[in-house]
């Protein structure tokens, strides 16, 4: 699916939903005049700030060299040197709609003011996005201080030593101006962009496991009163209340009475343990809508804009990234622990006790399996949840001759949870297919609107045979019917 209505950046606004529309489905990108005009005024201010005094990575080496001084004649060359010496990425290369998604960000960031560079460098990324053209971006480079590596390849596609992937339709080669280098690749834009895409992904899946938790829920007659909005404001915990409440509305008041005076925690802590997902993912979005408008390259270039005296650049750390590398850690911690109770709901609708039905809710000749595997299959991909759960933060590197001592690998702590998030998305996959199954069984139907809407769409598109045969291909339509729950 490709969009139509343009993405307008402009340095300041730029959302995930924004960064997903250009990634994934190839929206235009314009630029918005103010963000063009900090640009430059940022450029310009550059340019008259390196011959009043020392600028790091313009006038000097980089790193442990940035005692190192350029000679003016060697400004250009210098940057050159810059972009070649980091394009040292390794393993794979990175998917196009992470590689569109670090281009989106950081063309926004550049709109933000503070690169100092040229418009020439956006107007090369507009370009390539609008053609449909990445960089190959290797996976391996970046320990959460900048993606480096990542960024310089880029600068050497957009200067024709590199070649674009994608469309054949490439733009042209741009020239190298002596502060566009550092400027260019001083950003965690491919980190960023990537832990958009897991926050969209995170946001949906997060959304759809209301429903899937009120279909089993429904299946096993639980107990409605654990989400009754007394008990939750007696420990107002935003996202716990927040989950109750959504339980509420899908729910309302069954017709059915519960059939236990309290139910197993799947059902019962549902909103103590999603909540913390749910929180999670709302100061995920917190830090994101941060970094994808952040002015933090180093050194960050102010104009003055009533003269040129006043004109700055800041030597600092804003490049450093725990804020979001942290906040990764979290979701992808909570989200394992949201997968725990989406198995443990999954072993109640295969148990008698539970459902009135037979074991593994299998029809046909006694000793047919039903669907047993799925809690293997279920409790096979949360075990990757859990192994991804491991916080990419606790990590450390120290380079640059000791001068860099902090890293936060956030980069790694983006890739992790693109990889949780799908497997998330097949441990609650095989939750809907046994929920839809033993509603199916028991003839339930759900009255609220909402949950009707979800379990009449996964009635028109699993499979209605109860035979034993293979289920992945339900699982597979299950995963896609999640999105769709989002929805409801």
């Not at 109750?244 to 139910?263: F, G, K, S, V, Y």
């Not at 949840?385 to 450390?396: F, T, Y």
Request: proline share 5%; aromatic share 6%.
């Amino acid at each position: 699916m490709v969009e139509d209505s343009p993405v307008v950046l402009d340095g300041q606004s730029l959302g995930a939903d924004d960064v997903v529309r250009v990634a994934r489905y190839h929206a235009p990108v314009a630029l918005h005049a103010d963000g063009l005009a900090r640009l430059d005024a940022s450029w310009r201010a550059s340019q008259r700030l390196v011959v009043r005094r020392q600028v790091y990575g313009r006038t000097t080496g980089v790193g442990a060299n940035r005692d190192q001084i350029v000679s003016t004649e060697g400004w250009a060359e210098h940057g050159l040197r810059l972009l070649r010496s980091h394009a040292g990425g390794l393993g794979g290369m990175l998917p196009e709609e992470q590689v569109r998604a670090m281009m989106v960000v950081r063309l926004n960031q550049l709109l933000a003011g503070g690169a100092g560079v040229r418009g020439a460098v956006a107007d090369a990324l507009l370009d390539a996005l609008n053609r449909g053209c990445y960089p190959g971006v290797h996976e391996y480079g970046a320990i959460g201080t900048g993606d480096l590596t990542a960024l310089a390849e880029t600068g050497l596609t957009l200067l024709g030593e590199r070649f674009w992937l994608g469309s054949t339709q490439t733009p042209g080669p741009i020239e190298l101006d002596s502060g566009d280098a550092l400027a260019l690749i001083s950003s965690n834009a491919l980190t960023i962009g990537i832990a958009g895409l897991a926050w969209q992904d995170a946001h949906q899946l997060l959304k759809a496991t209301h429903v899937v938790a009120a279909l089993s829920f429904l299946a096993v007659d639980g107990a409605v009163e654990a989400y009754d909005e007394r008990v939750h404001l007696g420990r107002p915990h935003p996202g716990q209340v927040a989950v109750a409440a959504e339980m509420r509305r899908l729910l309302a008041e069954p017709a059915r009475p519960p059939a236990r005076i309290q139910d197993p925690f799947g059902y019962r802590c549902f909103p103590q343990v999603h909540g913390p997902a749910v929180d999670a993912a709302t100061d995920l979005a917190r830090v994101l809508d941060v970094e994808f408008n952040a002015a933090a390259e180093n050194p960050l270039i102010v104009a003055d804009h009533f003269g040129q005296e006043d004109d700055a650049a800041y030597h600092h750390g804003a490049f450093h990234s725990a804020y979001l590398g942290q906040a990764l850690d979290r979701l992808r911690l909570s989200m394992l622990h949201t997968g725990h109770l989406s198995t443990a709901r999954l072993a109640t609708l295969v148990e008698p006790n539970f459902t009135g039905l037979r074991p593994f809710l299998a029809e046909g000749v006694r000793g047919s399996s039903g669907v047993m595997i799925l809690e293997y299959s279920a409790n096979s991909a949360l075990a990757e949840v859990r192994s991804l759960a491991e916080p990419a933060s606790i990590g450390n590197a120290v380079v640059s001759r000791g001068q860099e001592e902090n890293s936060s690998f956030a980069f790694q702590s983006a890739s992790q949870a693109l990889r949780s998030l799908s497997a998330f998305r097949l441990v609650l996959a095989c939750e809907v297919v046994a929920a839809v199954r033993a509603l199916r069984l028991r003839g339930i139907v759900p009255e609220t609107p909402a949950l009707r809407a979800a379990f009449e769409a996964a009635e028109s598109k699993l499979n209605p045979d109860m035979a034993d045969r293979q289920l992945s291909p339900d699982v597979e339509v299950a995963s896609g019917l999640l999105d769709d729950f989002a929805a409801c």
